[in-house]
């Protein structure tokens, strides 16, 4: 009897605990990939797993995440992209928004987020500029 309070009260908290990550807009995705590697993406949710990916050391959601927002860069959301794949050291997803602002430079300086560009960003982008 003790022994199956003990496993419940366990339980309990190891269900507190996994259902305590701050996820906010899908609560079941990270824990639907770790069950069946399989996650269907939006750009909100890829970048939201990205950060949980790295944090929570699972390279294969990590991948998945960074592939996707490679595909999906655009105006309205490079700058975030530019800033999440430096904070989670996403090299590929850095390299491909790199290359997408140098493409797009005299369309993107036009706007007021681009002065926000992190210096390592903005350094790498000069470099493919120069390099070309």
């Known amino acids: 009897m003790l022994q199956r309070l003990w496993f419940l009260i366990w339980k309990q908290r190891l269900f507190k605990v996994v259902f ?12 639907e990939f770790l069950y069946s590697d399989h996650v269907k993406l939006d750009e909100a949710l890829a ?3 990205l950060t949980q990916a790295d944090k929570y050391s699972v390279p294969e959601l990590k991948k998945i995440c960074e592939t996707y927002l490679s595909r999906h860069i655009s105006p309205g959301n490079y700058m975030k992209i530019a800033n999440l ?23 993107l300086k036009k706007r007021q987020d681009f002065n926000e ?16």
């Open 20 to 31: 305590e990550f701050p996820f906010s807009s899908n609560p079941t995705a990270f824990l």
């Open 85 to 107: 794949s430096e904070l989670v050291e996403a090299d590929s997803l850095k390299e491909s928004v790199v290359k997408y602002i140098a493409k797009n430079i005299k369309r």
């Open 117 to 132: 560009i992190s210096d390592h960003v903005m350094r790498e982008v000069i470099i493919k500029l120069t390099t070309k």
């Open 47 to 49: 970048l939201e797993l």
